[in-house]
């Protein structure tokens, strides 16, 4: 007889096995990375478009693992939004953020807020304002020096969150809608809740100027973001043209290489050191 030697799938995907493989490592590793303290928060700087002064640091988590290797957020994070692992682990970068912050204007540094990211999965949880208020309350940093970034994916039930929202507003912590242009925000919602920066996704900056599409529509975000009075801030700026477009069309605030990598922890000491803080 026969013997039927292609049965079954004639080839194997191996590049899908090794992303499964490697999730599911990862999934693993997160809980003890954790306890091993192998995570740290990075600093990158906001800077005013019209003075470049320095308005603000935002907390971007960073994780070594011994085996492993230097692990992107863009990867680790989703996967511990899959396992709820999320609610642990922001609650880790508000404290270090808040701590740090904290610290920065005992030793004397200019105050400025610290921005911390906040997934939707986390603020979903039914403790989170609760969670924000008692970090506060233990670090003794005053509110009005932490600032949310929440992405428009959590705008998808708005009227779920207004609530929450407006309790952490009327504690003095400020919100901001990450990644601005990506989601589906409607103007209503804009409008309806208590969000006082609108973050432009990079995506947008990438093109312009050369591209005229991406300017104006860049225009118009901004130009909204105005009348509806939030102040407005470019993501990814990363060259000196960029700036000087988004400085002349009435951009509030830059981030981006342009001005800085996210830095260290000492590294960013150094910088409070040196700069013209807002
Ligand atoms: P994001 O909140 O939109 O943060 C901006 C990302 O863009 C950061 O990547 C930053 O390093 C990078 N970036 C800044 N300026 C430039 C630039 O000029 N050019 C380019 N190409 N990239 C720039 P990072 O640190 O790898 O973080 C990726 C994403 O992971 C973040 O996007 C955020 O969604 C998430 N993430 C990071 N830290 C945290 C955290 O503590 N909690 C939560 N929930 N998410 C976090
Ligand atoms: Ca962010
Ligand atoms: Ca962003
Ligand atoms: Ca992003």
Same mark, same amino acid.
């Given at each position: 007889?026969?013997?039927?030697?292609?049965?079954?799938? /004639?080839?194997?995907?191996?590049?899908?096995?090794? $992303?499964?493989?490697?999730?599911? *490592?990862?999934? $693993?590793?997160?809980?003890?990375?954790?306890?091993? &303290?192998?995570?740290?928060? /990075?600093?990158?700087?906001?800077?005013?478009?019209?003075?470049?002064?320095?308005?603000?640091?935002?907390?971007?988590?960073?994780? *070594?693992?011994?085996?492993?290797?230097?692990? !992107?957020?863009?990867?680790?994070? @989703?996967?511990?939004?899959?396992?709820?692992? %999320?609610?642990?682990?922001?609650?880790?970068?508000?404290?270090?953020?808040?701590?740090? *912050?904290? #610290?920065?204007?005992?030793? &004397?540094?200019? #105050?400025?807020?610290?921005?911390? *990211?906040?997934?939707?999965?986390?603020?979903? /949880?039914?403790?989170?304002? /609760?969670?924000? +208020?008692?970090?506060?309350?233990?670090?003794?940093?005053?509110?009005?020096?932490?600032?949310?970034?929440?992405?428009?994916?959590?705008?998808?039930?708005?009227?779920?969150? +207004?609530? $929450?929202?407006?309790?952490?507003?009327?504690?003095? %912590? !400020?919100?901001?809608?990450?990644?601005?242009?990506? =989601?589906?925000? !409607?103007?209503?919602?804009?409008?309806?809740? @208590?969000?006082?920066?609108? $973050?432009?996704?990079?995506?947008? %900056?990438?093109?312009?100027?050369?591209?005229?599409?991406?300017?104006?529509?860049?225009?118009?975000?901004?130009?909204? =973001? #105005? !009348?509806?009075?939030?102040?407005?801030?470019?993501?990814?700026?990363?060259?000196?043209?960029?700036?000087?477009?988004?400085?002349?069309? =009435?951009?509030?605030?830059?981030?981006?290489?342009?001005?800085?990598?996210?830095?260290?922890?000492?590294?960013?000491?150094?910088?409070?050191?040196?700069?013209?803080?807002?």
């Amino acid at each position: 007889a026969k013997i039927e030697v292609l049965n079954g799938p /004639h080839y194997f995907d191996y590049y899908l096995l090794d $992303k499964l493989l490697e999730r599911v *490592n990862i999934e $693993k590793k997160l809980p003890r990375a954790l306890t091993e &303290g192998e995570f740290e928060l /990075h600093y990158q700087p906001k800077i005013d478009a019209a003075t470049r002064a320095l308005t603000g640091l935002e907390a971007l988590i960073r994780w *070594n693992d011994p085996e492993l290797g230097r692990i !992107s957020p863009a990867s680790f994070i @989703p996967i511990a939004e899959d396992t709820g692992f %999320i609610v642990q682990l922001g609650e880790w970068v508000l404290w270090e953020a808040c701590r740090t *912050n904290k #610290k920065w204007q005992d030793a &004397g540094y200019p #105050k400025l807020p610290i921005s911390v *990211n906040v997934s939707a999965v986390q603020f979903r /949880h039914p403790h989170f304002v /609760h969670m924000v +208020k008692h970090v506060l309350e233990q670090t003794g940093l005053d509110p009005k020096y932490l600032e949310l970034e929440l992405t428009e994916s959590l705008i998808n039930n708005p009227m779920m969150i +207004k609530e $929450k929202l407006d309790s952490l507003k009327e504690k003095g %912590i !400020s919100l901001s809608l990450d990644d601005f242009g990506t =989601g589906y925000s !409607s103007i209503y919602y804009l409008k309806t809740l @208590p969000l006082q920066v609108l $973050k432009i996704d990079r995506t947008f %900056i990438q093109e312009t100027p050369s591209s005229q599409r991406d300017s104006s529509l860049l225009r118009s975000i901004i130009e909204l =973001g #105005k !009348s509806l009075g939030m102040t407005v801030l470019a993501e990814g700026v990363e060259t000196e043209e960029q700036f000087k477009f988004l400085q002349e069309i =009435g951009c509030d605030q830059i981030q981006g290489f342009y001005y800085s990598r996210p830095l260290d922890e000492q590294a960013a000491e150094q910088l409070l050191r040196t700069a013209t803080c807002k």
